[in-house]
């Protein structure tokens, strides 16, 4: 087996995203919950890179902190993509190989296209540079590759400089390149800004290395989502939704069931096991890890929570940081959870609130029911035993505990400490008049008469 070259990859990152309107760098935006450098330094791992540099601008300190422990080089005045790489030029010294240049604002891009471009670039001795097309049903605002003879690539044309004919064509560049390490200073010194944007592009270099005698071949990208690129707030909304089908994919291949994936909403680490089923319109946050053959029910908001096997969580349940919650447990509509840990088997089927509890297994948390955990100055503690039953609208005015097995009346509102296998009840107690409505409604209907009576006298 012949070894492959080194690679060397180089991230262009120092855009203001100017269309984006907002205070971060262009790719500090989020997909899934992940800036979108996170997105392509993760691919790029994959491919055990010698060196890996993003180009960043001036005081994009969360840039430079997000990509640590990878290096940066600093472009000081932001003159275009040619003029991007060549700040990394330092970075590259003393290495011998393929570098691979990628656009930060195209993330999703997939390792194995990566691994196609490299490989393209290696195809023959001429073959200096590779660079990553896509059809576009809409080129608009791409880059075009201008294609000459034996499918060799002649230019790139940008489209504020391209003639009407150019305009037609509609293999556009997607901005990723590998390009043989040993000419990229030749051909970036030879770079000029005489175009309709005055900037130096990294798309001219075909055209130079071309005087060369170097070709310049082209890798077509089988899935547009892949390669589209990020501009403005709606280009990122797309790039969230092709990012979501991947992922959504990513589950159902692993065996996870959705009616309706595209109401499923997932973040980048998300962790869903196999058999579980989740119905339309489900938004999980950060960090959550749902375990196998569990069923969560349509309109529910997961966050930082890990839920067990076998468990039904929601229709309209809200399970926010810090919470644990077992394998069999039934969590039903309307129920908020916060912090807290629920035992295997233990159900909060309906309307409740469950607070910096540490509830054990089997527990029957009713409806209506729930933990007073705040002061209005500090938050504290409920811990609720094994097989608790707690009636309905029942408060749990913490710091309390109620020990194994023990009962609470509903209606209570519980104060001090159950001990185990007691009753706790708190409520005034109910006093029963005999005949008391049937004589009270009597009195009403009489007065009513009286009323009528009365103005019809008057
Ligand atoms: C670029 C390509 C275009 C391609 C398109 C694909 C050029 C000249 N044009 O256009 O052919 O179809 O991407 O999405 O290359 N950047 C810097 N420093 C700069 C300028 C840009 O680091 O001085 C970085 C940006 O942060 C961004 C990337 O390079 O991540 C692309 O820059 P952008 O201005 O968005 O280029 P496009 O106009 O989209
Ligand atoms: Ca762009």
């Known amino acids: ?105 195209t993330p999703l891009i997939g390792v194995s296209t990566l691994r196609n471009l490299i490989s393209t670039r290696n195809i023959d001795a001429v073959t200096g540079i590779s660079v990553l097309g896509v059809k576009m049903q809409n080129p608009t605002g791409y880059g075009r590759l201008i294609m000459g003879r034996n499918n060799i690539l002649k230019a790139i044309r940008e489209e504020k400089d391209a003639s ?114 989740i119905e339309p319109n489900v938004y999980f946050s950060a960090g959550v890890k749902v375990g196998k053959n569990t069923h969560i029910k349509a309109f529910c908001h997961i966050d930082n929570t890990v839920i067990g096997d076998k468990t039904t969580i929601g229709p309209f349940a809200r399970l926010r940081p810090g919470s644990e919650i077992g394998d069999d447990v039934r969590i039903g509509n309307f129920v908020e959870i916060k912090k807290s840990k629920i035992g295997d088997r233990s159900k909060i089927s309906h309307l409740g609130y469950v607070g910096d509890c540490i509830m054990d297994s089997d527990v029957n948390f009713s409806c209506g029911a729930i933990t007073v955990n705040y002061d209005g100055f500090q938050k504290h503690q409920t811990i609720i035993g094994k097989g608790v039953m707690v009636g309905s609208n029942v408060n749990l005015v913490a710091p309390v505990i109620l020990d194994d097995g023990a009962f609470v009346a509903a209606g209570s509102t519980i104060t001090t400490d159950v001990p185990a296998d007691a009753l706790s009840v708190e409520r005034g107690r109910a006093e029963v008049r005999a005949g008391w409505a049937a004589l009270y409604r009597k009195r009403k209907e009489k007065a009513k008469n009286n009323n009528k009576d009365k103005k019809k006298e008057s």
């Open 1 to 105: 087996m012949t070894k492959s070259k080194p690679i060397a990859v180089v991230i262009l990152a120092a855009g203001k995203g100017t269309r984006m309107k907002s205070k971060k760098p262009k790719v500090m935006h989020e997909l899934l919950g992940l800036p979108m450098i996170n997105w392509l330094l993760n691919t790029v791992e994959q491919l055990d890179p010698e060196r890996v540099v993003v180009v960043v601008g001036k005081g994009m300190n969360d840039l430079i902190d997000t990509i640590k422990p990878h290096k940066y080089v600093i472009q000081n005045k932001q003159q275009g993509t040619g003029d991007a790489l060549k700040a990394a030029l330092p970075a590259l010294k003393g290495f011998s190989g393929d570098v691979l240049v990628l656009l930060g604002d």
């Open 164 to 277: 009407a004919q150019e305009k037609q064509e509609n293999i556009v560049n997607t901005g990723a390149f590998c390009l043989d390490s040993r000419r990229i200073e030749r051909w970036l010194s030879n770079l000029n800004n005489k175009n309709a944007q005055g900037e130096y592009y990294i798309t001219d270099i075909p055209e130079l290395a071309a005087l060369d005698k170097i070709k310049t071949r082209v890798v077509i990208a089988s899935d547009v989502n892949e390669v589209m690129g990020c501009n403005t707030r709606i280009d990122l909304s797309k790039l969230e939704q092709a990012a979501q089908n991947k992922m959504r994919e990513h589950f159902m291949m692993n065996g996870v069931i959705m009616q309706d994936p595209s109401s499923v909403y997932f973040h980048h680490d998300t962790q869903i096991g196999e058999g579980t089923l």
